[in-house]
């Protein structure tokens, strides 16, 4: 019965209803959060004020139904900081562990129900995307922010290590940045290990070192290859 249901509700996917939003914009989407629970509809609507210039905060309202389409569940009002006008904040359908796009459903704390994250910010010419997560929690069916979870930039998931990457390009063409790794652990993302890769002005070269953490202070560290050809 929930395949049925499931089926039937991915034709209506990328839905127009124009006339709940500000600007024109509203989608409406399908997704199933558990194979122990029947698809989640969530309807998104653009209530940005159309007046506003090119570079600005983007609301939204996302209301989220049950698989009825008729059934509240929850409703969440989000704004993406100074971003472009046309942005638009589109759900991805498919099942990649990278977070991509304006909004994602994805598994972000590994507890066998995918979570809502949404775009919070992008940076550094739109190399750096961060992320706010809505976790979903088993008990009330609802999705609520979570400060641990949200915040993260260019994330990738590894579920079966249970473990999340992040990446901050930190410019020199892209050859400065960090990379984060966290091990989820007690629902919480708890960091494991760093590699940093900078610009010495004085050298006049890339340089990279490795960072190892215990209880969140830095117990290991070394100087490591540097890649990438910055000058």
């Not at 089926?7 to 997704?31: D, E, R, V």
């Not at 600005?56 to 389409?69: R, V």
Request: glycine letters at 6%.
């Amino acid at each position: 019965m929930i395949k049925k249901i499931f089926i039937c509700l991915s034709l209506i996917l990328f839905l127009t209803n124009i006339s709940h939003c500000q600007n024109g914009f509203s989608k409406t989407y399908a997704f199933q959060i558990s194979k122990k629970l029947s698809p989640y509809v969530f309807k998104v609507f653009d209530i940005t004020p159309k007046n506003a210039g090119s570079y600005f905060d983007k609301t939204f309202i996302i209301d989220i139904y049950k698989s009825d389409s008729t059934t509240l569940i929850q409703s969440i009002k989000y704004t993406i900081g100074t971003v472009w006008k046309e942005l638009e904040l589109n759900f991805r359908t498919d099942s990649s562990n990278v977070f991509l796009g304006e909004g994602n459903l994805l598994d972000v704390n590994f507890d066998g129900y995918k979570d809502l994250v949404l775009v919070s910010g992008i940076g550094a010419m739109g190399k750096n995307w961060c992320f706010d997560v809505y976790l979903f929690s088993v008990k009330d069916k609802k999705f609520h922010k979570s400060t641990k979870f949200s915040g993260f930039t260019n994330i990738e998931l590894d579920p079966k290590k249970k473990i999340i990457k992040e990446h901050i390009d930190e410019g020199c063409a892209s050859d400065c940045f960090t990379e984060n790794t966290y091990k989820v652990i007690n629902n919480k993302p708890i960091i494991i290990n760093s590699l940093i890769q900078d610009f010495d002005f004085k050298k006049k070269k890339l340089i990279a070192y490795f960072e190892k953490y215990k209880k969140g202070i830095v117990v290991f560290k070394k100087s490591v290859k540097a890649s990438g050809d910055f000058q």
